[in-house]
């Protein structure tokens, strides 16, 4: 376990996904997986549960539905941006290194040290405030493992053999599958958290309207996020 | 600030209602919303907005629209609940105390020390998986705050006057008001974060099968959760 102060985890935790391909041990995990559902829901219902997929049997099996849809999905995302990678780009770009990173994330899934699949138990109908009660506990899951040496990211790709997992693993049909969380050991080293200024993000008593306190702490590095720009 | 780890600060962090009516400095308000956006959205791209509501102007309009909203919803809670709170019970019961709590939390709304509004930035239609580009960020405002020696809580009560919110603060159609989330300093003791079971929470290779790892630590405390029994 690092000593990392609470704020200092807050403000550092980025995503990783290239990890050192060993097991992520079962007391480990136990400690994030308590340490997420500790996180608050509306009037405490609790509707968050998580799978953990292990290597073997039925684990093994979801292991590799998620790795096609991710390869899949990694693959159409490229056609779609119109992304190709140069030899010189892998090493010298923020893209190029981006690029990397997801190749080697999206080859290496089925060997993901953990993977949880966070799942929602709905309880009314679709809200766009509902999430308050599911995924702040998947946050605690990322910061928890970074608390613990580890690291994590959220994606969204299992959408596409979302039926395929239902059926193998027995979800029923009013539980939404909200993330994948994939976890691990950390490879390598990693850039800095980037976000918009501040400012851009925070205002006070009126929309746009930002308080002269919304300013970065000196060393923030920026980044304005979202899609990449396609190339012409 | 607290020198609380990561991990403990990610176990022990729960609801804050009764706060001490002192203003919250903009120095650790900026501090607080730094961590929350720090914390990760679909490609990065941060749709998450924050508008804190200052005691004055139309921080201070805002403040009485959600007071009178909380009042009344909580007014209706009880009603609904058949909640009725005898003197005996305020000290005596978990219930008492807690009834106790949130009537001091919709008396004093107006005074709370620091008022965030959550907002998301709508991009796509709505989507069950959306709010993990939101609430993460509110859950890094509740954590941070502990990191600074603050506590808060999350509500939903201001839908009630949602339109007029927009109306004053000029929040867009395409913005979703996700949250309200209120903090302060904590006045006076506070109970242990209770949950499920973990083993409840936490499965493996297959819906409700648990693994042998999903164990409490020594001491967890436990509740249900959920909206209290009625009353007969």
């Given amino acids: 376990m690092t000593d990392v102060t609470l704020l200092e985890g807050l403000e550092t935790t980025r995503s990783i996904r290239r990890y050192v391909l060993e097991p992520l041990p079962e007391a480990d995990l136990n400690r994030i997986v308590f340490a997420a559902t500790r996180a608050p829901s509306g009037t405490n219902r609790q509707p968050f549960r998580f799978i953990s997929l292990s290597h073997e049997g039925k684990g093994a099996e979801a292991r590799k539905l998620l790795g096609e849809a991710f390869r899949s999905s990694w693959a159409q995302k490229c056609r779609d941006e119109g992304w190709e990678i140069s030899l010189d780009e892998r090493a010298d770009s923020r893209r190029g290194r981006m690029l990397q990173a997801m190749e080697q994330y999206v080859t290496n899934f089925e060997r993901t040290p953990a993977i949880l699949l966070a799942c929602f138990k709905r309880y009314r109908p679709l809200n766009h405030a509902e999430g308050a009660s599911i995924f702040p506990a998947c946050q605690n899951v990322l910061l928890a493992a970074r608390a613990l040496g580890y690291g994590g990211c959220f994606s969204g790709w299992h959408f596409q053999v979302e039926d395929e997992l239902r059926e193998l693993l027995g979800i029923p049909e009013d539980v939404e599958l909200s993330l994948t969380i994939t976890l691990g050991r950390p490879q390598g080293s990693h850039g800095p958290v980037r976000r918009r200024p501040l400012a851009e993000l925070v205002y ?29």
């Avoid at 006070?204 to 308080?211: K, N, T």
């Avoid at 702490?217 to 899609?227: A, E, L």
């Fill in 204 to 232: 006070e008593d009126a929309w746009e309207s930002s308080p002269s306190w919304a300013v970065d702490p000196p060393g923030t590095r920026f980044t304005r996020g979202g899609p990449p720009e396609k190339q012409a």
